[in-house]
């Protein structure tokens, strides 16, 4: 057990807290495979030799218990990864937001949510629902487009950047016309920067919750 302070390299809340630590003495990984260990589906091992879900799912399941994984590694030099996940004692009080985020009422509207990963999509919506959005999802950019022509009515779009078919950008361009004013989220891994609207909120992926309350707290401040 530790306690984990303001600045920690986790960037948890304060507090108590177990790590589970891994090391290994293989080949090591350099920053911007680091920065895109936890991505669904990226893997360095190569087609047909891991489904690159491992890391992103307890990365995933770790940031939902208010944990977090952290990965240290260096070409040559092995990789040590530490899963830290809070301690929980009876009777404790509810959780704080964490500081730099704003704390969001209970009901925040409808969000469209749009991504064409299944895993990300699944892990986004109940982060959208614990922070007070109801959550309609797609699957596509077309079918998002299909829900809002039809006339659903949504307050917010969370949307993946790279997607078959229609961008998450071109669709987020789309949807403006059609809804101008509407607050717009892009979501994209840490190498999709091609074709990326330099004038959208931008969350980078892999996110914890409390990284998209402040990212969504700071958009809806802005409309």
Not at 38 to 51: A, L, M, N, Q, R
Request: negative net charge; charged residues 20%.
């Amino acid at each position: 057990m530790e306690d984990v302070r303001a600045g920690h390299r986790t960037k948890l809340r304060p507090g108590p807290y177990l790590c589970l630590s891994v090391a290994d003495t293989g080949t090591g990984m350099d920053e911007a495979t680091i920065a895109r260990a936890v991505e669904p589906f990226f893997s360095t091992k190569g087609v047909g030799k891991g489904t690159g879900l491992g890391l992103s799912m307890v990365h995933g399941l770790a940031s939902q218990l208010g944990g977090a994984l952290v990965i240290q590694s260096r070409p040559g030099l092995g990789t040590n990864i530490e899963l830290w996940l809070p301690q929980s004692t009876a009777g404790q009080e509810a959780v704080r937001p964490a500081a730099g985020t704003s704390e969001l009422p209970a009901t925040r509207g409808t969000a469209l949510l749009v991504d064409d990963e299944e895993v990300v999509r699944i892990s986004t919506a109940d982060m959208l629902t614990d922070l007070g959005y109801a959550v309609v999802e797609a699957t596509s950019a077309e079918e998002a487009l299909h829900l809002v022509y039809t006339g659903e009515h949504f307050d917010l779009l969370v949307t993946d950047h790279l997607m078959p078919g229609m961008s998450g950008t071109d669709l987020a361009r789309a949807i403006r016309t059609a809804k101008p004013g509407m607050p717009v989220l892009l979501v994209s891994g840490y190498a999709e920067r091609e074709g990326v609207d330099p004038d959208l909120a931008r969350l980078n992926k892999p996110f914890r919750k409390d990284e998209l309350a402040s990212s969504l707290a700071q958009l809806m401040t802005e409309h």
